[in-house]
């Protein structure tokens, strides 16, 4: 079993809709929440990060972390065709070996105008 | 944009061969960390360096080596090249071990092995 698990998609939308994306860990010793926007060809670009669970919002984005069931969510609203890109989760764990941070697959979304 | 910066943008080398990858870090950044990132997947952690010093590391062999200098840029080494080696390659850097959450990444060396 993969530490990190992420619907690869692809997830087609059209313009406008909300979209969710999740991602399921199994190592509850993971402190630290990310998700990342990756665009074709570019490195990935850090849209949001939490250290607890509930819910931050940054925008028309919003990150969602519920450490019982090990579940992370990002909701986008108002989707637009430039959000398409994947989206990749990550989950950061810092202990006397240092920090590692491990990444699920990406989902790739697609936005249709 | 971030101020991460990578060179070479692409790279072609044949098995057995050995290459080195370079990371400039963002200003004020202390911290380098790098991925590998196969095609249709996502990056894996390969090590991290915090003042020059190696601190954390993934499942890659020993072949896998970096180096970070005093201006806290860095290198990624890799000796003996095989085909599964080819992939982009990332760095990301952060401020302090504690901000390791708040990576930012470079655009990627792409490496092709032949």
Known sequence: QKEVEQDPGPLSVPEGAIVSLNCTYSNSAFQYFMWYRQYSRKGPELLMYTYSSGNKEDGRFTAQVDKSSKYISLFIRDSQPSDSATYLCAMGLENTGGFKTIFGAGTRLFVKA | ?114
Do not use: M
Request: overall charge negative; glycine content about 12%.
């Open chain 2, 1 to 114: 944009e971030t101020g991460v910066t990578q060179s070479p943008t692409h790279l072609i080398k044949t098995r057995g061969q050995q290459v080195t990858l370079r990371c400039s870090s963002q200003s004020g950044h202390n911290t380098v960390s790098w991925y590998q990132q196969a095609l249709g997947q996502g990056p894996q952690f390969i090590f991290q360096y915090y003042r020059e010093e190696e601190n954390g590391r993934g499942n890659f062999p020993p072949r896998f080596s970096g180096l970070q200098f005093p201006n806290y840029s860095s290198e990624l080494n890799v000796n003996a090249l095989e085909l599964d080696d080819s992939a982009l390659y990332l760095c990301a850097s952060s401020e302090g071990l504690a901000g390791g959450s708040e990576q930012y990444f470079g655009p990627g060396t792409r490496l092709t092995v032949t």
